[in-house]
């Protein structure tokens, strides 16, 4: 089965810290997904990326940014954390476009 | 823009019968529409796909139906039990050819023995 790993289950940060999500999957997937999953509002696409250093704004962009210098690992940049980005935050894999996703376990970032 | 609704009520029911739950569009036509289980603290687990030329798709216990006219899909599982509860995701995807999927915010199904 196709395993996509998040570096870290929890993460408490402060304020105006950059902080960075990791992801890596091991199925050797073109695509890759961070969303963001707050109670009441869904799964949000914050950024996803069809290619090594190749990437695209979803929905909620403002405030992350993101890099793919490999093909299995994408990452995720908070470049100055707000409480207003205390999520779930998950990251997914496909291989190819219009198939399912495979998440990994998530992220828990709480910003003070 | 692209709206999916789901009940945003849990929905409690008794083992062995049979949950239904809802996923309704709006301002799209979507070509498939994916279903996902959540399970808390966890990320999503796909469970079905369903393209808009299938009426109606099962896979064991589970049946998952497809209505372009009325924007609405089905999501059906029979002989329900306990280990089913969990939270319920339909997904849309958008976006021309990447596989970009908007989220329903889920339906949380609580089975009860």
């Known amino acids: 089965d196709v395993k996509v790993t998040q570096s870290s289950r929890y993460l408490v940060k402060r304020t105006g810290e950059k902080v960075f999500l990791e992801c890596v999957q091991d199925m050797d997937h073109e695509n890759m997904f961070w969303y963001r999953q707050d109670p009441g509002l869904g799964l949000r696409l914050i950024y996803f990326s069809y290619d090594v250093k190749m990437k695209e704004k979803g929905d909620i962009p403002e405030g992350y940014s993101v890099s793919r210098e490999k093909k299995e690992r994408f990452s995720l940049i908070l470049e100055s954390a707000s409480t207003n980005q205390t999520s779930m935050y998950l990251c997914?894999?496909?291989?190819?476009?219009?198939?399912?996703?495979?998440f990994g376990s998530g992220t828990q970032l709480s910003v003070l | 823009s692209q709206k999916i609704e789901q009940n945003s009520e849990a929905l409690n029911i008794q083992e062995g019968k049979t949950a239904t739950l809802t996923c309704n569009y709006t301002?799209?036509?979507?070509?498939?529409l994916q279903w996902y289980r959540q399970d808390p603290g966890r990320g999503p687990v796909f469970l079905l796909l369903i393209r808009e030329n299938e009426k109606e798709k099962r896979k064991e216990r589970l049946k998952v139906t497809f209505d372009t006219t009325l924007k609405q899909s089905l999501f059906h599982i029979t002989a329900s039990q306990p280990a089913d509860s969990a939270t319920y995701l339909c997904a849309l995807p958008f976006g021309g050819g990447y596989n970009k999927l908007i989220f329903g915010a889920g339906t949380r199904l609580a089975v009860h023995p």
């Open positions: 997914a894999s496909t291989e190819r476009a219009n198939e399912k996703l495979f």
């Open positions: 301002n799209y036509s979507p070509a498939y």
